[in-house]
């Protein structure tokens, strides 16, 4: 069978990269492969999830209840779950990244839909769990994942473009709603409205296909339809489309109230400075105590939902009470911790709200409306299109559930009503809105705006000039002039923000008697408009541009009055400059990756090591390896020209390169540190290097760049590189491990140490050496101790200190920093002590966000960054803060 997989993509490939007429139709053939895969993948998903159940309900609860506690099952089991779901998320997830469909969302757009399967996996068996052991969320956001996952690996195992690439992942993404539903055109467009946010010919159909193979395997092999049964619909009176109009509108407040809920309950427990198991552990003890009353808001809720379609009678404050405490409860449930889908939840909250609808205008008009399913059907649908902002989606959802036309006319003005009073209202979907919060605004059909990716956070001045409010006018003129500012910020005397001061405030003040005996207090604006730190730059700008302003101070959300920096009109050139950079950085690796798959060769960039073969060498001198060519040489800054055979190389310079597979091993060593210079140890003085040999260099893999050189570990005894701390391009993938130098492989994280190999050894001079850890944290393999391990951080001064005990180090391992706005950045790699005292003054730390600039913490300005590690200057009251000294929590 595997052998037949193998051959089957070899086929394909091969046809799809020769251009043949016939390219389409291996294209559709590609995507009835992903429909297959994707229903397969999401019939073992609720397989797993029905396992999960039964473990936790049909298993544990009896176990319990042999214990004495059957009557705190409903409490225990959710807490559980959400124990186990929490460490799972610890260990394994990037708590910093999108989640769910937003995460496939941002792939998509971002970078050509290629996903990480690592972060799906462990979202999609959390699911299972958070939804096995009682947890308040749905199935169908990891289905969606899971469909997603399997049509980029398909598209990565076929080689195809990133066009290709994205509507794989929209195959994939729509055979996880077909499968859950057997609604193939709900979930193709589903896939066209959410994923992708386009619509193309080619492309649909095969989403299409994709869809329809998902459904038909879902019934081939479960022999069944959705989910949950839905009745015939009923339909009365033309005069009840009135009372559908009024359904749509209140759909479209409960959507907002949804998504509200959702984010704010979510950003409540990101406050909490308390491990992420015990949160979401809370959270589940949060939603058990809750099922000990409303047992039906508990799960996934189809059974609950079922009895309303039927027609059961439920009083009228049951159906109020589930809507509000299922909304409160997927929040707890997803905001602690937990995982799952919002898809369900919102179909879940839509029926209790169109059934209390319905079964309220029964009671008063009822020779007029239909029966209570009947809305509920479409209360399913307008809060499902008010959530996720998806109003085609949710008419072909129900249409294909019932089958039955008469639904459409109040599907559509329900719908319509409620997505269109969602826009008035200016909220974004349950998934985009995540988004939004990252910096992202997607638009429908339209490219994104290169500003999106940018915060504020990453271009702010974080120690910018300020002014007390008792400084006399007089002197404000003189500093103004000094600091070459039109305004600046007025700072009390407890660091508090309380105002504005410009030069038109003072040019005011001025035509005015006895101006001099007023103070900056007298004139400055106290009505401020303000940023925050985590806000994109785009809606920075946006208001900027509207109240006509050249600055605008950024304070914290906790606490307005704390002054975190200013974003000034030169800021505004850094974004732009970021990001255009972040852009082009994006479009070089699109066109690498096109270029290897068009021309079968691999695409390098090379690097003159020190004393390699390369080194000092003219370029027709090189003895290049048969089926390799240089193309162009990278000179300071962004420019390339191409090679020339009079070309001398030195020590440091860039190559591009292309190569054959098998030639590329051979071009490497022309251009690495002989194996017969490896490993000898300087004598006498040391001739001294330039710096960049050392900073910032792009470091080679396998195949391509990943990165660049961020600091190097020197051996204090022979003065030796032996250890590089690498920033790896965000877009690569492996798992964090140590690697040798000579066998780099992607990663996709930040930072990490990669033990050379003995022919990788460089001498470096004697530069100001500082002490670090010698462990790696998270790195599985510990580097070895063989002495004091020592930094060289060209960019910052040097310490000179003499290197203290280890045993000194008052500091645990994996200590969490925080910002001001309690966000989670990294772990501690690192320390410096001072010798004489014993005390900590600095933390090396790696950094999980792209965010090279100087932020605070504990609530003081001492942070500095220089992506991926970050110096953290601790001043004497955090010091004092630090956890007590345990020997067991060493570094």
């Known amino acids: 069978m595997d052998s037949f997989i193998r051959s089957w993509f070899r086929w394909v490939s091969i046809r799809l990269r020769r251009g043949r007429t016939g390219q389409q139709f291996y294209m559709l053939m590609t995507a009835t492969a992903v429909g297959l895969l994707g229903g397969l993948g999401t019939i073992l998903l609720h397989e797993l999830i029905n396992l999960s159940h039964e473990f936790f309900f049909d298993i544990l609860r009896p176990r319990l209840a042999e214990m004495g506690a059957e009557h705190y099952a409903l409490v225990l089991l959710p807490l559980l779950g959400g124990l186990i779901v929490g460490l799972l998320a610890w260990k394994f997830a990037d708590p910093h990244s999108s989640h769910g469909v937003a995460y496939v969302i941002e792939r998509v757009m971002l970078f050509g839909g290629h996903l990480h399967f690592r972060p799906i996996i462990t979202r999609v068996l959390g699911s299972v769990i958070t939804l096995g052991s009682g947890g308040s969320a749905g199935p169908e956001d990891p289905s969606v994942q899971v469909g997603s996952m399997v049509g980029s690996g398909v598209a990565r195992r076929l080689r195809l473009s990133a066009d290709q690439t994205r509507t794989l992942v929209g195959c994939g993404a729509a055979a996880g709603i077909a499968s859950a539903f057997n609604a193939p055109l709900a979930g193709a467009f589903f896939a066209m409205e959410i994923i992708l946010r386009q619509f193309q010919g080619l492309a649909f159909a095969m989403i299409v296909i994709s869809a329809v193979v998902s459904a038909v395997t879902t019934q081939i092999i479960l022999g069944r339809g959705a989910a949950f049964a839905v009745p015939a619909y009923t339909f009365v009176s033309f005069r009840e489309l009135w009372f559908y109009l009024l359904l749509g509108i209140a759909a479209a407040f409960v959507a907002v109230a949804y998504i509200q809920s959702l984010y704010r309950i979510g950003d409540h427990f990101h406050g909490w400075d308390i491990p992420l198991p015990l949160k979401a552990g809370f959270g589940g003890l949060l939603v058990g105590m809750v099922g000990l009353f409303l047992p039906q808001v508990m799960g996934q809720g189809y059974p609950e939902l079922q009895t309303v379609l039927n027609g059961q009678q439920v009083s009228l404050g049951i159906l109020a009470a589930l809507v509000v405490v299922k909304i409160l409860a997927t929040s707890v449930t997803l905001g602690s911790g937990g995982m799952g889908g919002v898809f369900a939840p919102s179909l879940f909250v839509g029926a209790m709200l169109g059934a209390l609808f319905g079964e309220a205008v029964n009671i008063w008009f009822p020779s007029i409306t239909a029966p209570a399913p009947a809305y509920a059907m479409v209360g399913m649908a307008a809060v499902l299109a008010g959530a996720v902002r998806s109003p085609i989606t949710a008419i072909m959802l129900l249409f294909e559930m019932t089958n039955d036309f008469r639904i459409l006319l109040p599907l559509i003005i329900a719908v319509i009503a409620s997505t269109t009073l969602t826009e008035l209202l200016g909220h974004e979907s349950v998934y985009t809105w995540a988004l939004l919060r990252r910096g992202l605004r997607l638009e429908f059909g339209h490219e994104i705006d290169v500003m999106q990716g940018v915060r504020v956070n990453e271009v702010m001045d974080i120690d910018p000039p300020t002014v007390p409010p008792d400084l006399p006018l007089a002197e404000l003129e003189r500093i103004l002039v000094d600091t070459r500012h039109h305004g600046l910020p007025v700072v009390d005397s407890r660091r508090r923000l309380v105002g504005i001061v410009t030069l038109q405030d003072l040019e005011r003040a001025m035509q005015s008697e006895n101006w001099q005996e007023k103070t900056v207090g007298d004139i400055a604006t106290t009505q ?122 030195k020590a440091g310079d860039v190559l591009m390169a292309l190569a054959d597979r098998s030639a590329v091993r051979d071009l490497r060593r022309l251009f690495e540190l002989p194996m017969d210079q490896a490993g000898v140890l300087p004598s006498g003085e040391l001739k001294p290097l330039p710096m960049a040999l050392f900073w910032k260099q792009p470091v080679i893999g396998l195949d391509d760049s990943l990165g660049s050189l961020r600091a190097v570990l020197v051996n204090a005894e022979t003065r030796v590189v032996t250890h590089l701390v690498l920033s790896y391009r965000v877009y690569l993938q492996q798992q964090l491990k140590l690697i040798p130098f000579h066998n780099v492989s992607h990663a996709d994280v930040q930072g990490v140490h990669v033990k050379l190999a003995q022919k990788h050894l460089v001498q470096l001079p004697d530069y100001h050496l500082r002490r670090l850890s010698p462990s790696a944290g998270d790195i599985s393999t510990t580097l070895d101790y063989t002495g004091p391990w020592l930094v060289q951080h060209p960019e910052e001064q040097a310490l000179e200190t003499a290197a203290p005990d280890p045993e000194a180090m008052p500091l645990r391992w994996q200590t969490r920093v925080f910002t001001q706005s309690e966000v989670h950045i990294g772990r501690v790699a690192g320390c410096m002590v001072d010798p004489t005292y014993r005390t900590l003054t600095h933390l090396l730390v790696y950094h999980e966000r792209l965010i090279p600039r100087w932020i605070a913490i504990n609530e003081a300005d001492v942070l500095e960054m220089s992506e991926p590690l970050v110096i953290i200057r601790l001043t004497p009251d955090e010091v004092n803060q630090l956890p007590p000294w345990n020997s067991e929590d060493y570094l």
């Not at 541009?545 to 101070?553: D, Q």
């Not at 906790?558 to 255009?580: C, E, H, S």
């Not at 162009?632 to 055979?645: D, N, Y």
């Open 528 to 649: 401020l408009i303000v940023a925050y730190p985590d806000e994109p730059m785009w809606m920075v700008l946006k208001r900027m541009g509207s109240y006509n302003i050249g600055r605008i101070p950024v304070v914290s959300r906790k606490d307005p009055t704390r002054l975190r920096g200013m974003v000034w009109r030169t800021n505004i050139v850094r974004a732009y400059n970021i990001a255009i950079r972040r852009r082009a950085e994006m479009q070089e690796w699109a066109e690498e990756f096109r270029l290897g798959r068009l021309t079968g060769k691999e695409l390098l960039e090379l690097t003159v090591a020190p004393g390699s073969f390369a080194d000092g060498r003219k370029v027709r001198d090189l003895p290049l390896p048969a089926g390799s060519l240089l193309t162009a040489k990278r000179e300071e800054g962004l420019r390339t020209r191409l090679v020339h055979g009079d070309d001398e190389l």
